[in-house]
RNA sequence: GCCAGCGUAGCUCAGUGGUAGAGCAGCGGUUUCGUAAACCGCGGGUCAAGGGUUCGAAUCCCCUCGCUGGCUCCA
């Protein structure tokens, strides 16, 4: 036999977890028919790090039947009762299951010929591929977490049925380990720390609208210079342009017929305006300007502009999903032979940006054609096909998502989880096809004929706003130095002391660093402590022996004491920690 | 938008039909201190808004707004 790796290992518990929890499902859905035996069954599957049931009960769960439930569970589960496979036939199957509505939807579907298995324990019997644990006694510690709602078969015109999630493990401590990280990633909430290190607020007089306080807009404004930064290297133009647009424009731009629900609209002299939801038809007026030899391209148009959607109520979350925003957006305009090399270089801009934020889970996914779409097929081909190139040219693994791309071209979008692990979109790269043709976009090619550019839409961070917000959770509030945005506080013992913090302080200033002096009449642990909580990456201390000799007690957020060093080598020390950007 | 929950002082929260509370923060004072919370005192409320039930509502009901967790959506 050979040896069992730390992988196989892995695998195992994982492959285990998964029939747990999703036995545990079935013992769920069987308290709730205990309990409501009218009860509609939809489906209970595991899930990454749990499951649920989705249920029809016209009674409304309560938190507190969540309880009941659970204890039945724990019954069932104490039981030890077997879980029984067995192959059923189609008529046996739509008898078994006549009280089953979505049961026999599910059966209908199944292609002819696949056998249909159930699986039972005690008297519940649920329609079923399988697989278990062989008895409810090896479900281990579980734990119901939460009630919400859910549309069959996710369909929102479909009825809402009612989900209950909860998680199982093999043991007592698994389970409140897991329980431990979630509230770990609570205290890195973004909308926490944000009010916590006055970063930003909300108030519900502009719902869904950040307002970032003069700290937050430190860090906002550090992330746009970041990106100015990379732009001058990688060859972009910065563009301004206006925020509100006669609707006109947005019929043009097919964003009236698409995208109205999601627009703020304004009426002004018995004129209708929008209020830009996205930069690309103003770039594009740009664009149509003048005439457009190849030599000009491609061109780059990027543009900070403030955006505004109008987001269904219920979607919005902190500053990951807000209603008022401005992206790192940019329009490339190119022939189509440059596309492969644009979309490249922007990628490569990209994974040097995340490179530097250490983001360690990035997905990312392709696009493909929708069912509703412009141009024709050779032209998607092309497309698809070209984007998918350049995922390979760089070797960065994605995954496929037929369907899912814009009604104007194939996309790469770049997922980062958040710190309870939803994933967020943050960086895209669109194909448009469609734009440059209704704006009659052209250049004059080589042999003098009028073409049409191809449009790359592309936005890095993304919106800055959940950039933030992902940042904020990625580092725990505690930044980098460089964006930081306090990077030291000078903390004079006594009273006596503060002429000489105010000394190193315009010392630090002279350099450009950002710091702040704590000259209350308060004791230093209390200055300590609450620089600590604001995540100040350096604390210099000072008091008579630093006065006397110009030096700084240097203490790190780490809680690392570097005692005393002079003035010169604590600017240094600061400076190069900002420099390297680590 | 849909389902559910929540909304009490700046923040975190207690208060389930009978006179609105605590800690922190804030303000005033005392203390001048060596690496994560000194001490004493004082203010602070349209109990989210509106309507209803009741002798009486933070508490029960209706409605609106906002927030949270999901679902759908994310052009």
Not at 18 to 43: C, G, T
Request: with cysteine.
């Amino acid at each position: 036999m050979p040896e069992m790796t730390t992988k196989d290992h892995d695998k195992d518990l994982t492959s285990l977890r998964e029939r747990m929890r999703h036995s545990a499902s079935h013992v769920m859905a069987d308290a709730v028919l205990q309990m409501f035996p009218e009860a509609k069954l939809a489906i209970g599957p595991s899930t990454e790090d749990g499951f649920y049931y989705d249920f029809q009960v016209s009674h409304p769960f309560t938190p507190e039947d969540l309880e009941t439930i659970e204890a039945r569970m724990r019954n069932t589960i104490a039981r030890g009762l077997p879980f029984l496979r067995e192959e059923i036939d189609r008529e046996e199957a739509h008898r078994m299951f006549s009280q089953q509505p979505f049961k026999l939807e599910i059966i209908d579907e199944l292609p002819p010929g696949e056998a249909i298995t159930i699986y039972r324990h005690g008297d519940f019997v649920d329609l079923c591929r399988g697989p278990h644990v062989d008895s409810t006694g090896q479900i281990g510690a579980c734990k119901l977490l939460s009630i919400a709602g859910a549309y069959w078969r996710g369909d929102e015109s479909r009825s809402m049925l009612q989900r209950i999630y909860g998680t199982a493990f093999e043991s007592q401590e698994a389970l409140e380990e897991h329980l431990k990280r979630l509230e770990e990633a609570q205290r890195r909430d973004h909308r926490k720390l944000g009010r916590e290190m006055e970063l930003f607020i909300f108030d519900p007089i502009a719902p869904a609208s950040p307002f970032f306080l003069p700290k937050g807009a430190v860090i906002y404004n550090l992330l746009i210079e970041y990106v100015r930064g990379l732009y001058q290297r990688y060859g972009y133009q910065e563009v301004i342009t206006p925020q509100v647009y006669s609707t006109e424009l947005w019929k043009r731009s097919g964003h009236y017929d698409n995208y109205i629900e999601n627009m703020f609209l304004v009426h002004i002299e018995e004129r209708e305006y929008g209020v830009k939801p996205m930069n690309c038809p103003g770039h594009a007026l740009m664009y149509a300007s003048r005439m457009r030899s190849y030599r000009d391209l491609p061109i780059r148009y990027a543009d900070f502009g403030r955006l505004h959607r109008y987001e269904r109520s219920g979607v919005t979350h902190g500053l990951t999903r807000v209603r008022t925003f401005s992206q790192d957006d940019a329009h490339i305009f190119c022939t189509p032979d440059q596309v492969h090399q644009e979309v490249e270089n922007f990628i490569e801009m990209l994974l040097e940006s995340y490179r530097l934020f250490q983001f360690p889970d990035v997905r990312v996914a392709l696009s493909l054609r929708p069912e509703k779409r412009v141009g024709d097929d050779a032209m998607w081909d092309r497309a698809e096909a070209s984007l998918e190139e350049v995922l390979r040219a760089v070797g960065l693994p994605f995954d496929l998502k037929p369907g899912e791309g814009a009604f104007y071209g194939p996309k790469i979008d770049f997922f980062v989880p958040d710190a309870l692990g939803r994933e967020w979109q943050l960086g895209t790269v669109q194909l448009d096809f469609a734009l440059p043709e209704r704006f009659d976009l052209e250049y004059i090619a080589e042999d003098g004929s009028q073409q049409r550019p191809v449009m790359v839409h592309r936005a890095m961070l993304g919106a800055i706003e959940r950039f933030m917000g992902i940042l904020i959770e990625h580092y725990g509030g505690a930044f980098p130095v460089w964006i930081a945005p306090v990077q030291a506080v000078v903390i004079p013992i006594a009273d006596r002391h503060l002429e000489y913090a105010r000394l190193v302080e315009k010392r630090l200033k002279e350099r450009g660093i950002r710091v702040e002096v704590d000259g209350r009449s308060e004791r230093m642990n209390l200055k300590i402590r609450q620089a600590q909580l604001q995540k100040v990456p350096f604390m210099l201390v000072v008091g008579d022996k630093e006065a006397a000799s110009e030096t700084l007690a240097v203490r790190l957020r780490s809680g690392q004491d570097l005692g005393p060093r002079p003035l010169s080598e604590a600017l240094a020390l600061i400076q190069d920690a900002i420099d390297s950007r680590a």
